[in-house]
């Protein structure tokens, strides 16, 4: 069983470009969360897409977007990037019913921004 | 501020316990987590504990919680080299969106 898989484990983008990143969660699993982690920090939430619909969002700016699909893979879109959006992005997925104790990350991608 | 907080660093002997404390703000968190990321690598979930539990023990891990002083801690025995890593704690109401402190970094030593 698969766990949460995500692409590409790395890229270096250049400022004002765009990237999307993707995930696959967890086989069972139907809620998916993004989070940002930069160097020394913890995770940061982004959002969570549950039922193909962005359910939750943290404070981050409007260049960040998402999407899930029916088969409830995610990806994550950044516009116009910025030397700060370098970071190791995280998916997690989860179950919605039971989200407390079932909430695994994937490896994450590692952003460079230059 | 900081809704989680942690130490950054803690150094142990191979051999000894180690203890990571956490303190978090919301009172009305009900789910309480410890993650573990070794370097490069995601997020593993090593244990969590609901708010109306005072202590969990899973094999060498031991998690406490006081919450009148909203205090968690991971205790470790028998620490390892391969312990070595950062260790997140992590709070959320109700099992959603978990946020995070930022992680104490346990170094091993022989």
């Known amino acids: 069983d698969a766990g949460v898989t995500q692409s590409p484990t790395h890229l270096i983008k250049t400022r004002g470009q765009q990237v999307t990143l993707r995930c696959s969660p967890k086989s069972g699993h139907d809620t998916v969360s993004w989070y940002q982690q930069a160097l020394g920090q913890g995770p940061q939430f982004i959002f969570q897409?549950?039922?193909?619909?962005?359910?939750q969002r943290g404070n981050f700016p409007d260049r960040f977007s998402g999407h899930q699909f029916p088969n409830y893979s995610s990806e994550l879109n950044v516009n116009a990037l910025l030397l700060g959006d370098s970071a190791l992005y995280l998916c997690a997925s989860s179950i919605d019913r039971n989200s407390g104790n079932t909430i695994y990350f994937g490896e994450g991608s590692w952003l460079t921004v230059v | 501020g900081e809704d989680v907080e942690q130490s950054l660093f803690l150094s142990v002997r191979e051999g000894d316990s180690s203890v990571i404390n956490c303190t978090y703000t919301?009172?009305?968190?009900?789910?309480l987590y410890w993650y573990k990321q070794e370097p490069g690598a995601g997020l593993q979930l090593l244990t969590y504990?609901?708010?109306?539990?005072d202590m969990k023990q899973d094999q060498r891990l031991t998690v406490l919680l006081n919450k009148k002083d909203k205090h968690l801690s991971l205790r470790i025995a028998d620490t390892q080299t391969g312990d070595s890593a950062i260790y997140f704690c992590?709070?959320?109401?109700?099992?959603?969106?978990?946020?995070f402190g930022r992680g104490t970094s346990l170094i091993v030593h022989p």
């Open positions: 919301d009172s009305s968190s009900t789910y």
């Open positions: 992590a709070e959320s109401i109700r099992g959603y969106i978990p946020t």
């Open positions: 897409y549950y039922e193909e619909e962005e359910r």
């Open positions: 504990i609901f708010s109306n539990m």
